[in-house]
């Protein structure tokens, strides 16, 4: 533990107390009955286990923070009715020794070590406790205790469990009655959480939907959802917050719960639900939007949903209006402490059923629960179950909505409303509840109103002639940058020649010793699956000759001629339902040779020729029993899919060699983050060279990531000159797991900006009256950076030293292009040995000595980007596809490509790459005798003459910023769709100026008169004035 951790006594004294009271106590209230379970056990055994980020929300870790304050992993408590015992570790031990006499009560501490003589010796004197208390043991029957220690007791317990009569009970519903009141403590920690929670949704949230619906931008449920998570980590959103929040230390906030973001018909108003990968949908005829999230503060949980309609119908105003109504209603008369769970939501379904009967069908299955150090304590969940009294002072996530609904603005869709907010209860029953998150003070602030006028305005601006702009005039400025050197062009031409005679000579060479033979289909395999070793393992129940699924084995068992035949789940193509009359039928559709649809056409099979049950079908008159056989069948194949997934996915995945680490001091990289992170919280951590290999470690917990020098395949190490940080990047040979993940290539980075601050009202002021201030931050800042350039590239070359065959990679930024990799435009720069795109994830690194061939697409007059495509050595590797590289760049790509000695070729149209893969992988050498990758370049040859009209022609095309957008969206064109954006003013006007260019001055205009007559057609057409004359004209304004 740290030497910060410190206990308060006093409070820990005070709620052990107030455990053992409720124990002993003998009154017999609606309250304590619920108790009855703690006072019908002699001691209770608590057991934390080791650290594991998989388990969230137990009760025993509550116990430890409600007690202690802290979690203390690998820690015991026995608890009786005259005090308290621990069993953990030495270093545990020096802070809960001091806790002895706290309350009047006796505290005792156990210490284990690593003498497992000695640890017997612990675990027998605690089972000698246990048994003179007494037999009946209180434990959380819910909550799973991890690690050796948890295994070590369960060991030693076990043996005697049985001998010693020893019976266990749970008590984990009692212990939430316990500290379900909050004193004036918790009742600080859960204001900030609500407040932290409040902020992020009116400020974050609505900032980022309102960007969204106004600019009509295509983002996903779960990307929006990854931006508001990310805000805890925005140190300038938290410090514009005023009043108590810009007190809050954010390091103890974490969230609850991801933020999830519904929209367009699919609405889950459950706490469990998730944000999908479809955009949201609400800018066009309207929509309804559904947010939720939690936060939590020092442990302590809040709750907030809120429903946002946009261009909302006046039946759905009406609704939501009555569902801020029954809010109002419910936490003024019912949410009072006395009232149960099952008579406050009795009260809503009552007040919905009286005024507004059609949505009483449509109304949510509970309203709420109780939250605090747990998120949502069961025993306090406000719905039909709940016979529990509130108490005074308890806090409640009040949750209500309606599901279901018809959605007047779409047909044949749905739509939910959804209302939460966290709320403490009164004093006493005549006290109403009080609002910890911040309210909506009137249901028309849920409402999204687009302007229309305004967007109209906006498309006649855009299409409006731009004001001050001569025609032509771009032309003469780009003329010579557009033109290519003739001399270059040759020595490309030659270069690029004897490459493809190489390339074609190296193919013929290299699968001569494979003629005639396929290569895609080595890897596919026969795959033998087995439902039963023996016929004695299938289940009795399938004598009753039902059908009937069998998860564990992944089997389904049909009845056949009074035979059950068991079926694996993957020779199961699909399975339908239809029902006809009284009668509901399956079909079973298996999976066997000569299919003509799906991709299981060309599954091997182990003798093709023998004879395939194609697919059968069962009737029957139980609905609900078909029903039920279609959903589980369904959801067993899912899960079969999902774990051939999970294989195929980690099948490259291999496991590195043990890291020596080296004794004494190393080299190491101080405070950095690595990329892909670790879970949990974000914190720097030191990067330092061992014998074999780097490690990092991060402060918190015992996570850390080894990377062995024998699985790196590049280092680079990019500096932060135009960037916002500094990299040290590592692309690997063969992928490792990260989390839960697999990647092939890891960074370490360091922001370059550190936190500035306006020092405004201090002293220097008064002696400055200029920019000084500006001046000697920009200079620190610039001092800064080259510091950490220095740094960084110091240890790259100390990694490369240590590694001896690493050697360190620098991008060259001079050199770098604009392009689409995966789906956001990024800076791609190239390097000795790669292509890299190193600042933002996805990270791409193209190995350049591994590439056969680069192809450019979409070369053709009139467009302003075009495409490039890596087809890789290893034909069964798909290509990589860098989409929408400006036309400008067009010949900056080829005369870096030839440079590094790769073959180029070009088209006008994109080509279907998998298509033509297959068909090599089927024969190479067959390919490279009918001509190889001529083909490609026969196209590029006859079209040659017709480049430079191109690249001149595109000179005349408007260089309007990328819109990521749209670049989305280029993916997504067919292939055949290549002049998409062709733009035909723009050609006209290219081909008249190309005219121009080639025939004498004398046989047209010049191009000082042709700017004339551009900016007298200008002014005819858009009312504008010329340069000279333009300038004192006023601004239209809008309306």
């Given amino acids: 533990m740290a030497d910060e951790v410190k206990i308060d006594k006093a409070l820990f004294g005070s709620r052990l107390n107030k455990i053992i009271s409720a124990w002993k106590a003998k009154d017999e ?49 026995l608890i009786t009715r005259e005090g308290i015992t621990f069993v953990c570790s030495a270093n545990k031990a020096k802070y809960l020794e001091s806790l002895d006499g706290a309350g009047g009560l006796k505290v005792s501490v156990l210490k284990r070590s690593k003498d497992d003589a000695a640890n017997k010796k612990v675990w027998q004197d605690v089972i000698a406790a246990l048994s003179s208390s007494g037999k009946s043991i209180g434990v959380f029957a819910k909550d799973e205790s991890q690690g050796k220690m948890a295994d070590e007791w369960r060991s030693a317990f076990d043996e005697v469990k049985a001998k010693e009569g020893f019976q266990e009970q749970d008590v984990g519903p009692a212990m939430g009655v316990i500290w379900g009141p909050k004193d004036d403590a918790e009742l600080a920690h859960l204001r900030m959480a609500a407040k932290l929670t409040s902020r992020v949704m009116s400020t974050k949230f609505v900032d980022e939907i309102s960007d969204i619906l106004d600019g009509g931008k295509k983002v996903t449920h779960e990307k929006l959802a990854a931006r508001l998570e990310g805000v805890l980590d925005d140190d300038k959103f938290w410090k514009k917050a005023k009043g108590s929040l810009s007190e809050a230390d954010m390091s103890l906030a974490d969230w609850a719960y991801t933020p999830i973001i519904q929209s367009g018909g699919e609405y889950d108003l459950r706490p469990s639900a998730l944000s999908t990968n479809k955009r949201i949908e609400a800018a066009e005829g309207g929509g309804v939007v559904v947010a939720s999230m939690g936060m939590k503060y020092r442990s302590y949980n809040a709750n907030i949903g809120r429903t946002w309609l946009v261009d909302p119908h006046k039946s759905q105003q009406k609704a939501f209006t009555f569902l801020w109504e029954l809010q109002g209603e419910i936490v003024e008369k019912h949410l009072r402490p006395g009232k149960t769970g099952k008579e406050i939501y009795a009260a809503a379904r009552e007040y919905v059923s009286s005024r507004k009967p059609d949505l009483a069908e449509h109304f949510v299955k509970n309203a709420g629960f109780a939250i605090g150090l747990e998120f949502r304590d069961a025993a306090y969940v406000l719905g039909n179950k709940c016979n529990l009294p509130l108490q005074a002072s308890m806090t409640v996530s009040l949750s209500l909505g309606f599901s279901g609904l018809d959605d007047p603005n779409h047909k044949g869709s749905t739509y939910s409303l959804l209302l939460i907010d966290t709320l403490r209860l009164g004093e006493d029953d005549g006290a109403p509840a009080q609002f910890l998150t911040d ?50 062009a040759n020595k490309i031409r030659e270069h690029q020649q004897e490459l493809a005679v190489g390339k074609q000579e190296e193919g013929l060479r290299k699968y ?35 059908v009937m699924v069998d998860v564990r084995n992944s089997s389904i068992i049909l009845p056949i001629y009074g035979f059950a035949v068991p079926f694996h789940i993957n ?152 960037e916002l940080i500094v990299i040290v990047h590592f692309h690997l040979k063969a992928p490792i797991i990260i989390g839960k993940k697999k990647t092939k290539d890891i960074q370490f980075y360091r922001e370059a900006s550190d936190v500035q601050f306006d020092e405004t009202g201090n002293r220097k002021r008064k002696y400055r009256a200029g920019d000084e201030d500006e001046l000697e931050l920009e200079q620190e800042e610039r001092r800064r950076r080259v510091q950490l350039n220095k740094e960084f590239k110091r240890f790259a070359e ?129 390919f490279f005798v009918n001509g190889g990758w001529s083909f490609l370049r026969s196209s590029d040859e006859d079209g040659g003459s017709s480049d430079e ?40 006007s290219g081909s008249g100026s190309d005219a121009g260019l080639d025939s004498d001055e004398s046989e047209g205009m010049d191009w000082d008169e042709m700017e004339k007559k551009a900016a007298r057609a200008d002014q005819r057409k858009g009312g504008y004035e010329s340069d000279e004359g333009g300038k004192g004209k006023s601004k239209k304004k809008r309306r």
Wanted: charged letters at 30%.
């Fill in 29 to 77: 209230d609606a309250s304590n009955e619920a108790l009855g379970a703690l006072r019908s056990v002699d001691s209770m055994l608590i057991l934390l286990g080791g650290q594991s980020d998989e388990i969230n929300y137990q009760k025993t870790a509550s116990l430890h923070i409600w007690l202690l304050g802290y979690e203390f992993p690998s820690t015991m408590m």
């Fill in 439 to 488: 309210r909506v003070k009137n249901a028309s602030e849920q409402f999204f109103y687009q302007d229309k006028e305004d967007e109209e305005e906006e498309v006649e601006e855009r299409n409006s002639p731009k004001k001050n702009v001569t025609a032509g005039g771009k032309v003469l400025r780009n003329k010579s940058q557009n033109q290519m050197d003739a001399n270059v």
């Fill in 512 to 546: 001569a010793d494979e003629e005639g033979e396929g290569g895609h289909d080595k890897g596919k395999t026969f795959k033998k699956f087995e439902s039963y070793k023996r016929a004695e393992l299938i289940p009795t129940k399938a004598q009753d000759l039902k």
């Fill in 571 to 722: 020779t199961l193509k699909n399975v339908s339902k239809n029902e006809e009359g009284e009668f509901t039928y399956l079909r079973f559709n298996f999976i066997s040779p000569g299919q003509i649809a799906g991709r299981k056409d060309d599954t091997p099979f182990e003798d093709p020729d023998a004879t395939f049950v194609r697919s059968m079908t069962f009737r029957s008159s139980d609905t609900y029993h078909f029903a039920e056989l279609f959903k589980d069948i369904t959801e067993l194949k899912k899960q079969a899919a999902k774990r051939e997934a999970e294989k195929k996915e980690l099948s490259d995945v291999v496991e590195q060699d043990k890291l020596i680490v080296t004794k004494g001091r190393v080299t190491s990289l101080r405070e950095v983050f690595p990329r892909p992170a670790l879970e949990g919280k974000r914190v720097p951590g030191d990067l330092e060279i061992h014998q074999n290999g780097l490690r990092f470690a991060s402060p918190l917990k015992d996570q850390k990531i080894d990377v062995l020098f024998n699985n790196v395949k590049h280092m680079f190490f990019q500096p932060c000159d135009k």
């Fill in 798 to 926: 100390a990694v490369a030293e240590a590694a001896d065959d690493l050697t360190v990679d620098t991008p060259y930024r001079e050199l770098g292009f604009d392009g689409v990799p995966f789906r956001t435009n990024v800076w791609l720069a190239p390097t000795s040995d790669c292509l890299v795109h190193l600042t933002d994830s996805p990270f791409t690194v193209v190995t350049l000595s591994e590439v056969e061939i680069a192809h450019l697409e979409r070369v053709q007059y009139g467009l302003k980007n075009f495409d490039l495509v890596f087809v890789f050595k290893d034909f069964a590797k798909p290509p990589l596809h860098i989409n929408s590289i400006p036309t400008q760049a067009l010949d900056n790509v080829k005369e870096w490509l030839d440079s590094v000695d790769i073959l180029v070729s070009e088209g006008p149209v994109n080509l279907q790459w998998n298509q033509i893969l297959r068909t090599i992988q089927d024969d190479p050498y067959e």
């Fill in 949 to 988: 009209e191109s690249e001149e022609g595109s000179a005349y095309e408007e260089s309007d910023a990328f819109d990521a957008e749209s670049s989305e969206d280029s993916e997504d064109e067919d292939d055949d769709d290549g002049g998409s954006d062709f733009d035909e003013s723009g050609s006209e």
